[in-house]
Structures are given as structure tokens and as C-alpha cells.
């Protein structure tokens, strides 16, 4: 059987034309950018680079579905309507290889992300950047290529083994580095996990060095990548593989050395007064990135994060995930008094989060990274790399919680060791980013079993469960592929 073209070639709006002087027989319509000419002026050029964002703000990856999916593989949520479209199968960890609106949607739109990316990239080299100039061409690249960056490492996330199984010796995935514009031959084998996250880092460290520093709005500096982004995310990519002394080099360049802690270059990073903020004013300088919505462009049925864990009575929501009482909110040192906990509503008996208000189309932007994260992160990385109950990784600790909870100080004498502290930072993870798409992420980079929930044993790092099967789509386009 002919192989079809498992990847969509070219950004939204271009179009590619074959044949000898077709153009004298179809002229090309003028709603639409051929391919010969997309590169052409700096406002095609833009159009892709926002082509770009805008596939990984597709619910199906950043703008929803992700974060949910990652929330889920934790034991904080309880599903309560069994529904295989909205992520029983992920919460009960038994997605199959053509599970449609998880295993197939993630990989089909991550890889449609990279493309992309992919595409861009080429014809800046071909063409675009002769049109912009050097200095906004290596801008718009590492846009394209901290896209690229974060499709890759979502994917490792769910459908391959943990940096820590075999220091990134185990499969990955396809690392598809050159664009596909047409069919062919798309047979790939998996990279090692460790040479998908060196091409990540690699991705991320260009990012850096040639992102803008800031943008000229609020709203820029949270949904548009600038130096400060791009860092973030390497702390976060480095605590997946466990390079704490890395985690902390690059920490250290947006996180100050004592409280209060803010970013001393670029955008002014830095913790809100009250968090109860961040999910009304979306473009404060806590959040580093997120994925935007309006009522014109919202996330679609059955993929927001507000129609997933608000009921009918908070906003209109499906109620498809309560707060398992046994979760997190059952932690005793999460104070009644915090403020966390008005983030928590009681509706028909049961608890939901309530970070995602907006009523129908729930168009609530979606979290991808916040300035704590990388505060904890720092925290973390700094404890299990001296093996110390460090007094800077306390007072990070210390400016988190005491952000919400005034009453609560952290001191050395409160943890017996190392490890103690550590656990303590998890803790602070899993309550302040509740609802917000780390807690998967958390378990699995740690080794740590996945959680058992009503009607659900745990799953054991050792299981097949642990991870997500290959996609069924490029099983059987990609030969080369193997499954997990």
C-alpha cells in the first residue's frame, strides 16, 4: 500500500504547487501564500512564526490537553464520568496505541508542531533570511526552534522511558530534524532518549542566546518566547534528567540569590501577591508562558482546561475531574488559611479546582510554565545535589508557600534530612501547581510509582503501563518504528 504523508507539511496558509507553468493554467488565489513565495516579506514571515504558536496552543498539546493528561497520571483527581474522550483511559493508565484524543492526538500534533518548525527553519535558510535581515531571522528561528524544543520533550514525557532508566540509554522517539513538504519515505527509528534531549538542550540553548530580551506588551512576555522562557524551560528539562548542578546554573540566571526572589535580567520575574490573580490577569510577570484564548479563538469542545474540572454550578463545566480526597487536599500541612485552598469550590458534594473560572467556551489561557516552578525546581535541585537542608533552598521554599500562607515558616529544624526537604518541595509542587500539568511529569522523572486511585492499582515504574504506547498511526507508516 502506498504510504500516505504521516506529517502535514507546511505552515497554515502555504501551499505548495507542482507542475510546468501551472501557474499560467490555475493562478494562485490571493487568500492563500504559495510556498515559492511565503519567505517574501517579513509579515509572511511572522504569519508563520504565529502559525507556529498556534499549533501547540491546539488542545491537543499546550492549550489543554497535556497539562490535563499529566494531571490525570497523578492521584489528586477523581474521574467521574468513565468517558475514554476525555481521559478515563489516561487516569485508569490504559491508553492502547490507537487511543484517538490521547496516544494518536499528542504525537500526530507534536510532530505537526516540529514540521513546522522544521519547515520554517529551511526556508529561512533558502530564503528569509536574506528578507529580514541576520539579527531578526536568528530571532524568528529560535522562536521556531523553542517550539520545537518543547513538542520534543512533551513527547519524551509520555512515550518513552525516564532519562533516569539507563542514564537516556532507552528508545525515544523519531527525531525529524529536516521538513517534510511532500510524500515519501518517512521511516525513522526511535533516537535514544538522551540525543532527543541533547537536541532539546541543544534547541533551547539557541533560543537563548538569540530570543529578545522583552517585547513591548505584558501580553508578548507571556505568550511569544523572549531569553527568560527559553531558561525556564531548561530547568525544567535538566530536572528531568536529573542534572541538579545544571538546574541550578540556569536557575540562577532568572531567580535572584536572596528573597524576595525576581528574575534581575529580562522580564521581571516575580511571585504575584495574591495567587488568586494569576487565573483573572493572565500577563503578570509570574507567568513565563502561556497559551492565550478569547471568545474568538477558543480551545474547542471537550478540550478546556475549565469544562474539564468545573462542575455546572461553578461555571458550566462537565465536571469530568473532582478533587480526590484522599489526593493532596488531604495533606494537614496545607492550611484551611491558605489561600490555595479558595481555589477550591464544593459543588453537588464533591471539591473541584477552580483556577479555570470562565464560563462556557472556558476560554481560560492554559499554564505552561510560572516563575515558582523554577523556584522549587532551584530549591529541589539544590537539595538533592548537596545533600543538605540548605538554607537558600528553604527560604525558596518558604517564599512560595508563604505567598498564600503567611502563617507557615519553614525552618532547618523541620526536617531531619536531605530527603525530608526534598519531599517537602514535592509537597509544595503538587499544591501549587495542582491543575496545572506537572504532577505526572513529577513522578515519573523521579522514578516514583504511579499513584493507585478507586478502582485502580498503582503502576510500578518496572510495569509497560508506566509509559504511553507508540502512536498506531506511525507504527504503521514508519517501519522503522518500534513500539514501546
Not at 510532530?111 to 533558502?126: H, K, P, R, T
Request: aromatic residues 10%; charged residues 15%; glycine residues 8%.
Amino acid at each position: 500500500m502506498k504510504k500516505k504523508l504521516l506529517y502535514a507539511a507546511i505552515a497554515i496558509g502555504v501551499i505548495h504547487l507542482a507542475g510546468c507553468k501551472k501557474e499560467d493554467l490555475e493562478p494562485v488565489p490571493t487568500n492563500v501564500v504559495s510556498d515559492l513565495s511565503a519567505f517574501d516579506s517579513e509579515v509572511r514571515i511572522v504569519g508563520q512564526v504565529n502559525a507556529i504558536y498556534a499549533t501547540i496552543k491546539n488542545a491537543g498539546m499546550y492549550g489543554g490537553r497535556y497539562q490535563i493528561f499529566n494531571d490525570i497520571r497523578g492521584g489528586d483527581f477523581q474521574n467521574d464520568r468513565t468517558n475514554v474522550v476525555t481521559g478515563f483511559d489516561v487516569w485508569n493508565y490504559t491508553p492502547s496505541n490507537s487511543s484517538g484524543n490521547s496516544v494518536l492526538a499528542v504525537w500526530a500534533r507534536a510532530y505537526y508542531a516540529i514540521n513546522l518548525a522544521n519547515v520554517f527553519l529551511a526556508g529561512m535558510d533558502s530564503k528569509g533570511a536574506s528578507v529580514v535581515g541576520d539579527a531578526k531571522a536568528n530571532n524568528f528561528r529560535a522562536e521556531a526552534r523553542f517550539v520545537r524544543a518543547m513538542s520534543y520533550y512533551a513527547l519524551l514525557q509520555l512515550y518513552a522511558r525516564p532519562f533516569w532508566d539507563g542514564n537516556g540509554s532507552k528508545p525515544g522517539v523519531p527525531l525529524r530534524l529536516t521538513p517534510n513538504t511532500g510524500s515519501g519515505n518517512y521511516d525513522l527509528a526511535r533516537s535514544t532518549v538522551a540525543e532527543v534531549y541533547t537536541q532539546i538542550l541543544a534547541d533551547l540553548d539557541y533560543a537563548e542566546q538569540n530570543l529578545p530580551t522583552n517585547y513591548t506588551t505584558a501580553a508578548l512576555n507571556t505568550t511569544r518566547a523572549h531569553k527568560n522562557t527559553a531558561i525556564a524551560f531548561k530547568t525544567r528539562v535538566y530536572l528531568a534528567m536529573q542534572r541538579y548542578s545544571d538546574v541550578i546554573t540556569e536557575a540562577n540566571k532568572i531567580v535572584s540569590a536572596a528573597a524576595p526572589f525576581t528574575a534581575p535580567s529580562g522580564v521581571a520575574h516575580a511571585l504575584q501577591a495574591n495567587v488568586a490573580t494569576l487565573y483573572t490577569n493572565y500577563t503578570t510577570t509570574e507567568s513565563i508562558l502561556s497559551m492565550p484564548f478569547s471568545d474568538v479563538e477558543a480551545p474547542g469542545t471537550q478540550n478546556q482546561l475549565g469544562y474539564y474540572y468545573g462542575s455546572a454550578a461553578m461555571n458550566g463545566g462537565n465536571g469530568e475531574y473532582s478533587l480526590l480526597s484522599t489526593g493532596i487536599i488531604s495533606n494537614t500541612g496545607w492550611k484551611e488559611t491558605d489561600a490555595r485552598r479558595g481555589l477550591i469550590v464544593t459543588s453537588g458534594g464533591k471539591q473541584y479546582l477552580n483556577k479555570y473560572p470562565k464560563a462556557a467556551p472556558f476560554t481560560d489561557w492554559a499554564p505552561v510554565i510560572r516563575y515558582p516552578e523554577v523556584l522549587l525546581s532551584l530549591a529541589e535541585a539544590i537539595t538533592r545535589s548537596t545533600n543538605t537542608v540548605d538554607a537558600r533552598a528553604i527560604a525558596l521554599l518558604n517564599a512560595v508557600r508563604q505567598r498564600s500562607d503567611a502563617t507557615t515558616t519553614f525552618v532547618a529544624g523541620d526536617f531531619a534530612s536531605s530527603e525530608d526537604l526534598a519531599n517537602a518541595i514535592l509537597t509544595e509542587r503538587r499544591i501549587e501547581f495542582l491543575g496545572e500539568g506537572l504532577a505526572g511529569q513529577d513522578l515519573t522523572r523521579l522514578g516514583l510509582a504511579l499513584p493507585a486511585k478507586p478502582g485502580v492499582s498503582a503502576v510500578q515504574p518496572t510495569q509497560q503501563e508506566y509509559i504511553w504506547p507508540i502512536s498506531s498511526t506511525e507504527l504503521l507508516l514508519n517501519s522503522l518504528c518500534e513500539d514501546n
